[in-house]
């Protein structure tokens, strides 16, 4: 620790004893807890892993925050899922869609085929160590519930399960037609990011879901909900609403916890989600909010773990070409606010921090954080992970 550090350290200890705050925007190492432990031979060792583990034994809801795009995150879910054994694993695809995951992800052999025809198809989980975390789902029976808006990237396949469930041939044909008319439009642009605003779905309107609600209007309730959804799901494809796209993800969240809600008890069953860091935080109005609030109202604890990557490598996402996608990555640019954090992380090293000392002064005002983004971060999660080396997940090939 440097003499400018000992300082800062000291003075912001004495202004706690004493009872006043200190306004910092960079914390001072004494509130800087580092608990390392490394990735060796397929396992995590070290005393950084024994405080997960700990943690996790008490907890009945665990919130993986990450950074999309890094192949670590679910390597790392992975292991926590061997700990907790969930119900589910929660993820950011729709209901839908995650059918088709669990369907796809039980033949791996059958991975690179499936992506040759349809690329994008799961969303994140069209990558590799994605589809390989899915895959470990299928394997120890733990569901995997997709709470998200209809997948914009996956249309074809959407009608195509629509057409499945319609009795009528008029109505298999509607879908199927639908179906075909998205391949068509959208199969050409996943190679070039430019042209991902020509997606089909961006120029969908209500009143063409209107016209396939009133020609669905005497197919089973699971046609007409599959249509209600898509419909609910065209303002958050134009970006109109982000308020809209949370509002339906508690809705799909409910719909899966309904059997275990009644009017005496709720027994929510243990949940692992892995969601992006901003669907994730501890006291938002995010999913993760409500999730925490059902796991209150059962007596249950919860664990927030936000994951970021130092350096390395990372997937943009688009295009579908893994030497376009996969790009360097500097997370001491990209997450100014965890500099002081970032600085301590040696070489190959996961370090975790603990937040909730940090948080617990905040709160009773011995501490003020001027970085909004770095309070919120505190204010939102338990533990902060850190991983030396990020690598780039690739598209399945």
């Not at 699971?222 to 134009?238: C, E, G, V, Y």
């Not at 005496?264 to 989600?273: N, R, V």
């Not at 390395?312 to 996969?326: L, V």
Request: aromatic share 12%; proline share 4%.
């Amino acid at each position: 620790m440097n003499l400018k550090n000992i300082l800062l350290a000291l003075a912001v200890t004495a202004c706690i004893s004493s009872g006043f705050s200190q306004t910092v925007n960079k914390l001072p190492d004494s509130l800087l807890t580092k608990t390392v432990f490394l990735y060796k031979n397929g396992n995590f060792e070290g005393k950084g892993w024994d405080l997960i583990k700990k943690e996790l034994i008490n907890s009945q809801i665990v919130f993986v925050g990450e950074q999309h795009g890094v192949a670590e995150v679910p390597l790392f879910t992975g292991k926590i899922a061997d700990i907790l054994q969930p119900k589910a694993l929660v993820v950011e695809i729709d209901p839908y869609t995650a059918v088709q995951l669990e369907k796809t992800a039980k033949n791996p052999a059958g991975y690179s085929d499936y992506f040759k025809r349809k690329p994008y198809d799961f969303a994140f989980y069209s990558w590799q160590a994605e589809m390989n975390l899915a895959h470990q789902m299928t394997l120890s029976n733990i569901s995997i519930w997709g709470v998200n808006e209809i997948n914009f990237l996956s249309m074809p396949t959407f009608f195509e399960t629509l057409a499945a469930t319609a009795k009528q041939d008029s109505n298999k044909k509607i879908a199927l037609k639908k179906a075909a008319e998205f391949a068509k439009n959208d199969f050409p642009l996943f190679g070039d990011a430019n042209k991902y605003s020509n997606f089909k779905a961006y120029r969908m309107k209500v009143s063409e879901v209107d016209s396939l609600l009133y020609d669905f209007r005497n197919e089973s309730q699971i046609s007409q909900k599959m249509l209600r959804d898509l419909k609910l799901s065209i303002p958050i494809f134009a970006n109109e609403s982000y308020e809209k796209r949370v509002g339906l993800m508690k809705k799909n969240l409910l719909n899966y916890l309904y059997p275990y809600i009644t009017a005496d008890e709720i027994k929510i069953p243990k949940l692992l989600f892995k969601l992006g860091g901003n669907h994730a935080s501890r006291g938002s109005f995010e999913v993760s909010n409500l999730a925490d609030n059902l796991a209150d109202a059962a007596g249950k604890k919860s664990l927030h773990i936000m994951v970021i990557g130092k350096q390395g490598t990372i997937n943009e996402m688009a295009p579908t070409d893994n030497s376009k996608a996969i790009v360097a990555y500097d997370g001491l640019k990209e997450f100014k606010e965890f500099l002081t954090f970032f600085e301590k992380v040696g070489q190959d090293e996961w370090a975790v921090y603990d937040l909730r000392p940090i948080r617990r002064l905040l709160k009773q005002d011995k501490l003020k954080i001027d970085d909004p983004k770095l309070k919120s971060y505190v204010l939102g999660y338990d533990l902060l992970l850190l991983i030396d080396k990020a690598t780039g997940d690739k598209f399945v090939e």
